[in-house]
């Protein structure tokens, strides 16, 4: 048994609090307490991962190690696999432990299980002690959204005042996807805090804009004041932050099964996309997200065109390249394929990746990449096949010195 699988079994035993539903809670909440769809080889994949990411050295690798483990521990949270996800927590050394603990609180909120969302909250706030600002400021937003999901709303509004801009109007974000919420007020505050012209603020008013969107009340008048909002975040905020704030929108439209208003939103993020010249691993994978939305609101052979065009122009200008991004990049393109349904494209894609990712002559780049490219695997829920089962082992049997 590896270290990981013997943690996993200890703590499950040592803090059942944090992972099972509370005495007397709700059958719907005790349903969710520790039960996954997630298929056996996807927790394989990320177990495989994880063991990768405990290998790379603590010393003096350690924030690129827990940027690793943060990546795997919240897949498997994503995928209901919250037992595993604490004990990956646990193995984690530094500040981010706190994060992957926080998103356990949010989520154990969330399902009204009030007494392991304080129990994760108390942990992650022990994994924050002596962490710099802007890395407490992160844990503390989360745990303030787990606040609001209790009905603690005035708690975590009165948290956020202490967030440094970075952190910043993610509390009312939040609040705005409440349909009890002001919506017009919240709004409001938005468009306030885009004319600042302050970059993170302008992010996080961005992230209102979206919420609000999700809304069953953002009737046409509301739709064009955050069309508008949108629109006036140009040049105030990075270009990428930008896009993904068009395509949040259009999921949106997309929940809301308005797929040509969706779509015009997707061309406002091609528009600002085509606008300047990006490197070919940046720009890959804001060209996957576009495609997932093209498919999305019905147009699967655009989607299509665009995700090959994509991949074909990052190939003829993969030497411009460092190795250390490529993985990356190819995993944004395959996750795409997967969410439109084509499984053998996207393992194809995968490929290409789990091999990008195995260039490096050093092993802590090589393991980074082994552990997101399995937790990307495991979240499109791509099941590799023989042959790829035995390369991403071989790869993590070849993680040694130099490092």
């Known amino acids: 048994m590896s270290m990981f699988h013997t943690v996993l ?14 005495q007397g809670a709700s059958t719907g909440a005790a349903a969710t307490a520790d039960i996954s769809t997630a298929k056996p080889f996807q927790t394989e994949l990320l177990d495989l991962g994880f063991e990768a990411a405990l290998e790379i050295p603590v010393n003096p690798h350690e924030r690129d190690r827990a940027r690793v ?27 981010r432990k706190g994060v992957v603990f926080a998103e356990l609180a949010a989520d154990a909120a969330r399902a009204g299980r009030s007494e392991a969302a304080e129990t994760f909250s108390r942990y992650a706030r022990n994994a924050i002690a002596g962490a710099q600002q802007w890395q407490s400021d992160r844990v503390l937003a989360k745990l303030a959204e787990a606040q609001v999901a209790l009905g ?67 009737d046409a008048a509301r739709w064009s004041r955050i069309e508008s909002l949108a629109a ?21 439209r997309i929940a ?12 406002l993020a091609k528009a600002l996309r ?31 065109a665009e995700l090959e065009k994509g991949i074909a122009s990052f190939a003829a200008n993969e030497k411009l390249v460092p190795d250390v991004f490529r993985a990356g990049a190819l995993c944004a393109a395959a996750e795409a394929f997967a969410a439109m349904g084509d499984a053998p494209r996207a393992l194809e894609v995968y490929r290409l990746a789990v091999e990008a990712g195995a ?39 070849g993680l040694t010195d130099p490092w």
């Open 256 to 267: 809301n099964k308005s797929p040509e208003a969706a779509l015009a939103l997707v061309d």
């Open 152 to 218: 603690k709303v005035s708690e975590a509004i009165e948290s956020e005042k202490k967030f440094g801009e970075g952190e910043k109007g993610k509390v009312t974000a939040v609040l705005a996807a409440q349909s009890d919420s002001d919506f017009d007020a919240v709004l409001s505050e938005a468009e306030r805090a885009i004319a600042t012209g302050n970059f993170e603020l302008t992010a996080n008013a961005l992230e209102i804009c979206a919420r609000l969107g999700e809304r069953s009340d953002a």
């Open 274 to 304: 085509d606008e300047v010249r990006w490197t070919p691993d940046a720009e890959l994978p804001i060209t996957a997200d576009i495609a997932r939305r093209l498919a999305a609101s019905g147009r699967s052979e655009a989607a299509v």
């Open 9 to 22: 079994a200890v703590l499950a035993l040592v803090h059942p609090p944090a992972v099972a539903p509370q």
């Open 69 to 95: 483990q943060e990546v795997v521990a919240t897949t498997a949270l994503r995928l209901g696999l919250k037992t595993r996800s604490a004990a990956m927590a646990n193995q984690i050394a530094n500040w």
């Open 359 to 397: 260039l490096n002559p050093n092993a802590r780049p090589r393991a980074e990449d082994l552990a997101t490219t399995t937790a990307s695997l495991a979240r499109a829920g791509v099941e590799p096949d023989a042959a790829m089962w035995a390369r991403l082992r071989q790869i993590r049997a």
């Open 232 to 252: 006036n975040a140009k040049g105030k905020v990075a270009r990428e932050i930008h896009i993904r704030a068009y395509l949040r929108l259009a999921d949106a």
